[in-house]
């Protein structure tokens, strides 16, 4: 995996985030240089400029080392985003003189004069977010969004359309292609959020547009609802929670624990806690509350906080990248904090095979439960 960044005259080093992680996955990708080509190419000016989805802040550091007055405002639903653009910043030494971070629900400045996308991989989110920028963007504004070619076809383009403006692709470099489009300045109303029932438990689950498990529930997540452990709980993490379907049952099972709620996507966390208060979960004043987490794994959650269990169904992808070593994190990060004789209870595609990185870590790992393609695994501290 090579840290060093060199595009049209720009060298940086760039790391994901966390910078110690087990994967062999690099910081940027070809769409990204092919967006920074283009503004080098055209000599664009530093206009104020919105940049989404930038991974881990390829385009933003760009930006700012060509002209660190540049205004920039940097939208991301993902906290890793937020904290590998800010660790790239400061390790390139690069100051920003304007730069304004806002999450995935948060109104974009309506002073906007540029935007550069990278193609999420969710397309009910990219849609999404076109429609919220046609809500600011003046007639005229060009948004630039960086794809790999091949993601690039009729229904993608209509989608830019539909939503945003005429939409035209360049030429393929790199296997990548740079999309501009002219938002046409008309409004567009925003979709309302998925919702669907879980009847059997009485819960109701809404998902905002970048949640996992958009229209019904994971058969990950249904295998862990029907074999939630046995125990008086006080402390619960729901890791990696999207719409909070684990933590939520997880209060119906044990109604004494406080639930703590942790996610990437700022998206999951809204939606998850929208879900406790939609569902009535905080009923009782006097038992404990849902707390909600906008976090990479458990790196910032409070000291105090030490769990007796951890609810998780990792993911085993970041972005377009197959991966496992985020569910190594959780795993990791579940052991440091679990208090002795605590429980960490985890589902997973039998073929990712957990139970060796689990054993590896906690020494020991049961199968709870299992069909023919997830299994349960748990280990004690
Ligand atoms: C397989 S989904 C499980 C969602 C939900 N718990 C369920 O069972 O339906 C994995 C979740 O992990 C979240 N995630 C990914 N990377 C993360 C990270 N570094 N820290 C915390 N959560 C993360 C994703 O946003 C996603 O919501």
Redesign the pocket.
């Known amino acids: 995996m090579t840290t060093q960044f060199a595009c049209a005259g720009i060298e940086l080093e760039l790391f994901r985030y966390p910078t110690q992680q087990a994967s062999n996955l690099q910081a940027w990708d070809a769409a990204d240089e092919h967006l920074i080509k283009h503004l080098v190419d055209v000599q664009q000016s530093a206009i104020p400029t919105a940049i989404l989805n930038d991974s881990f802040g390829a385009l933003s550091c760009a930006l700012v080392s060509i002209e660190p007055q540049w205004p920039i405002t940097l939208e991301t639903d993902a906290k890793?985003s937020l904290l590998g653009c800010q660790y790239n910043l400061q390790h390139n030494q690069l100051t920003p003189a304007s730069l304004h971070i806002i999450n995935s629900r948060e109104i974009l400045p309506k002073h906007t004069q540029l935007v550069l996308m990278k193609l999420p991989k969710n397309l009910h989110y990219f849609a999404q977010q076109l429609a919220r920028l046609s809500a600011v963007l003046p007639a005229g504004t060009q948004v630039l969004i960086g794809a790999k070619a091949k993601s690039i076809n009729a229904a993608l383009l209509s989608i830019i359309e539909k939503n945003l403006g005429t939409a035209s692709a360049s030429l393929t470099w790199k296997k990548t292609r740079v999309i501009t489009c002219v938002s046409d300045g008309k409004p567009r109303e925003l979709a309302n959020p998925v919702s669907w029932k879980v009847d059997e438990l009485g819960l109701t689950i809404t998902n905002l547009a970048n949640?996992?498990?958009a229209n019904k529930l994971?058969i990950?997540?249904r295998i862990?609802l029907d074999n939630m452990p046995k125990g008086d709980f006080k402390q619960v993490i729901?890791?990696?929670?999207?719409?909070g379907?684990?933590g939520l049952h997880a209060k119906q099972c044990y109604p004494n624990a406080s639930i703590h709620f942790?996610?990437?996507?700022d998206m999951?966390i809204a939606s998850a806690q929208h879900n406790w208060q939609h569902n009535k979960l905080d009923s009782d004043d006097d038992l404990p509350q849902g707390v909600f987490y906008w976090?990479?794994?458990l790196t910032h959650l409070p000291a105090h906080i030490s769990p007796d269990l951890v609810l998780c169904?990792?993911?085993f992808h970041?972005g377009e990248a197959i991966t496992d070593h985020?569910a190594w994190?959780m795993f990791v990060d579940a052991y440091k904090r679990l208090k002795t004789g605590g429980i960490l209870h985890v589902v997973g595609n039998r073929h990712l095979a957990y139970h060796v990185k689990i054993k590896r870590i906690f020494n020991n790992c049961t199968t709870i439960a299992s069909n023919g393609k997830f299994v349960i695994l748990q280990a004690k501290k």
């Open positions: 890793t949640v996992f498990a994971d990950g997540a862990m729901d890791l990696g929670c999207g719409n379907i684990l942790v996610d990437d996507s999951a976090d990479d794994c169904n990792p993911p970041q985020i994190q």
